[in-house]
């Protein structure tokens, strides 16, 4: 018999889940516009800028690089070489545009055989891409050996409506220096990922940029229940322990939290 996980900070942690997805929830969309945020609804624009507007989001804003690279393999996800020719044959009766823009906003509808279901939805923090950039997005992959006719209209009206420009910021009732030292210590996460300025060792990820590339319910998940999670591409499964939610306290488990939490 498989003993609960996080006997021990369990209930604690779902009152802090709770409470994120509460203020995630109420976060007014009032933030105003970042100068990076692009807009297409309306405006002429051609193909070829299309891509050009996709491929910029894909190096920067997107931040898919620190999962995926294109003609390379990445360490977290598929190689997106020749994504736009073989979309169209993923998923029978589904076109390459289809395939590509559920892959974006609901990337775990259908999972490339080998890989865990880890990867976030575009459209919501911390990517929170809007739906103009979805569509650039979408044309730039169609581009990588496929023909790129995409159109707005393709783009659900919803994609990108929560994200309100920029990606909301949420507060962590933890202490991110207590957290460091946990990592370091009784945590000894340390022992296998690096962590920015701290750690070195390869056996797990470099966690230096989880938090622009992972929710806080993911992250918050993989410390109570890495298994459940799905095991990171490239990395051996059950070597990340599972204990932690008895061994933690939840003082310690929320200040770990709030420190993952500030790496980007
Ligand atoms: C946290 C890591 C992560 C990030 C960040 C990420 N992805 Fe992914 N992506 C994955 C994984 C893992 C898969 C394979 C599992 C699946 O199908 O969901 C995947 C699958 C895909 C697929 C389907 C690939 C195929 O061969 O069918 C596409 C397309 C894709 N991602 C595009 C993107 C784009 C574009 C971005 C940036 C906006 C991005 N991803 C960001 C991890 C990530
Ligand atoms: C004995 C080695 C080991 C220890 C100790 C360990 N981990 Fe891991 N961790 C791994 C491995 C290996 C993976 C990748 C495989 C997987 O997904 O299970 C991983 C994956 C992760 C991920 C997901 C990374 C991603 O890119 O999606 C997070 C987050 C994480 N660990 C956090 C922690 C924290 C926080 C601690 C300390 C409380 C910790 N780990 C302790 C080995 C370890």
């Not at 620190?66 to 977290?76: M, P």
């Not at 590509?100 to 999972?111: K, T």
Request: glycine residues 12%.
């Amino acid at each position: 018999m498989r003993l609960p996980v996080a006997v021990k900070v369990g209930a604690f942690a779902l009152v802090v889940m709770g409470t994120y997805t509460y203020y995630a929830n109420s976060i007014p969309q009032i933030q105003s516009k970042p100068p990076a945020e692009l807009s297409l609804e309306g405006g002429n624009v051609t193909p070829a800028q299309l891509v050009k507007a996709g491929e910029e989001i894909f190096h920067t804003k997107g931040t898919c690089e620190i999962c995926h690279r294109i003609g390379q393999k990445g360490t977290r996800a598929p190689d997106l070489a020749g994504i736009g020719a073989r979309a169209g044959k993923t998923k029978p009766g589904m076109s390459a545009k289809q395939y590509i823009i559920e892959s974006l906003l609901q990337p775990g509808a259908y999972l490339v055989e080998g890989y865990p279901n880890i990867m976030p939805q575009v459209d919501k923090p911390p990517i929170a891409l809007n739906r103009s950039e979805v569509w650039a997005l979408t044309a730039f992959l169609e581009s990588q050996g496929g023909n790129v006719d995409v159109t707005l209209d393709d783009i659900p009206k919803t994609a990108g409506a929560t994200a309100g420009g920029a990606p909301a910021e949420i507060k962590i009732p933890g202490d991110p220096k207590a957290g460091e030292v946990v990592f370091s210590t009784k945590g000894a996460c340390i022992a296998c990922h690096k962590a920015g300025k701290i750690g070195a060792s390869p056996v797990g990820p470099d966690l230096s940029q989880i938090a622009k590339i992972q929710t806080p319910d993911y992250i918050m998940k993989k410390i109570l229940d890495p298994a459940g999670s799905g095991t990171v591409a490239g990395f051996p499964k059950g070597v990340m322990p599972p204990m932690f939610g008895q061994t933690l306290t939840a003082k310690e488990y929320v200040d770990l939290v709030a420190f993952l939490l500030t790496l980007k």
